[in-house]
């Protein structure tokens, strides 16, 4: 098992990538907050909670109150959200209460959130159970929901107390979302890791076979460099917004197809591939290093098919969250293993970077 620190000026905690983690997870719990409190919750979804459920509470003395939202970025709203909040109302949470949030991105996302307003602020645990989840989105305190004009436009800032990711659970995960979620490794490689990413490319077999050590391996890089960046910018004031690498493009596609065609992932992998081409046209990278990185893309691809209008998707980048006063902000790699924030990108050169997408994306990759 390995242990990555976060330490920001608002939290201090571990992040731990190993196995067997679920099935201990109550004594492990433990050490951090001492005796259990009197209301545990778990927001889970019922497809996670089917395999690993048994494995979860087999720890606990007393079983946590378990709350379930279904999958799918269409539950992702502040509906389900409210939801949610009266459950744990009239099961007598209180500000002494904990929420585990037991699931992929969408889980630890709306529980983070959950979390950060249930009785002004209670703490929680992030135990995601996809590769995205754990290498992402359960680390840096980011939480929130969408909106219909934008992804994660509502939320908060709420660190979890520890985050568990258990790589034994990755067994049950369907190729598609593994392939998915080491999108972000590879985006942490190019972003802030050039070790990362040649592991990546001269390790992909082992990596796509599951081999748990080259599993930890990439977990563990993409975790650090994370949880680096980070502790260097909490609120993304600055250097956080490299992490932002393919999203710009990435949830413009999502909000494009009504977040029902792509995983996360599958998004963030094309919108890399439109940064990367925007980088090659404006120098920031080299034709050589351009192809060597769309290559390792595809390698963990495929990506899907899309068939979509350029102009639609340009369009949608306007609701990105990183754009302020109008300016739109797009983060292009400076080589391999760096990456910087611009904000001069034209809507010709956006245009010409959906285009080659798009015009990949109509099925050659698929």
Do not use: C
Not at 95 to 124: E, H, K, N, Q, W
Not at 173 to 180: F, I, T
Not at 257 to 279: I, N, Q, R
């Amino acid at each position: 098992m390995q242990t990555i620190r976060v330490e920001t000026p608002s939290a201090k905690y571990n992040v731990m990538a190993g196995s067997g983690l679920v099935e201990s997870l109550a004594p492990r719990i433990e050490r951090i907050v001492g005796k259990l409190p009197r209301r545990v919750f778990v927001l889970t979804s019922a497809p996670i909670w089917g395999l690993w459920g048994q494995a979860f509470l087999g720890s606990f003395a007393e079983a946590p109150i378990a709350m379930f939202l279904p999958p799918g970025e269409e539950h992702k709203t502040l509906k389900s959200v409210e939801g949610l909040l009266r459950q744990m109302a009239r099961a007598g949470g209180d500000r002494g209460s904990l929420l585990i949030a037991f699931g992929g991105g969408i889980v630890g996302d709306v529980g983070g959130f959950l979390a950060s307003i249930f009785m002004r602020g209670i703490p929680y645990i992030q135990v995601p159970t996809t590769f995205l989840a754990q290498v992402d989105s359960s680390v840096g305190g980011k939480t929130g929901v969408n909106l219909p004009e934008g992804k994660n436009l509502v939320g908060a800032f709420h660190h979890p107390l520890a985050v568990f990711a258990d790589i034994g659970v990755l067994a049950t995960l369907p190729d598609r979302e593994l392939r998915a979620g080491l999108m972000e490794s590879v985006k942490a490689g190019i972003i802030r890791d050039r070790a990362l990413t040649r592991f990546m490319e001269e390790h992909a077999e082992e990596v796509l076979g599951r081999d748990p050590k080259s599993l930890e391996k990439v977990i563990a890089a993409s975790i650090r460099m994370k949880a680096g960046v980070v502790n260097l910018d909490e609120r993304e004031n600055g250097l956080r917004m490299i992490l932002n690498f393919g999203h710009t493009v990435g949830h413009a596609l999502e909000q494009a197809t009504h977040y029902k065609t792509l995983l996360h992932g599958e998004a963030v992998g094309w919108g890399m591939v439109a940064a990367l081409h925007l980088a090659r046209e404006r120098g920031t990278i080299s034709r050589a290093q351009f192809s060597r990185l769309e290559k390792l893309i595809h390698l963990y691809g495929p990506l899907p098919a899309l068939k979509l209008h350029t102009a639609k998707v340009a369009a949608a980048t306007g609701g990105d969250k990183k754009n302020v006063g109008g300016v739109r902000r797009f983060v292009l790699p400076v080589g391999i293993g760096d990456a910087g924030v611009v904000e001069d990108v034209t809507p010709a050169e956006l245009e010409a970077a959906v285009g080659y997408v798009l015009a990949q994306a109509t099925g050659k990759y698929a």
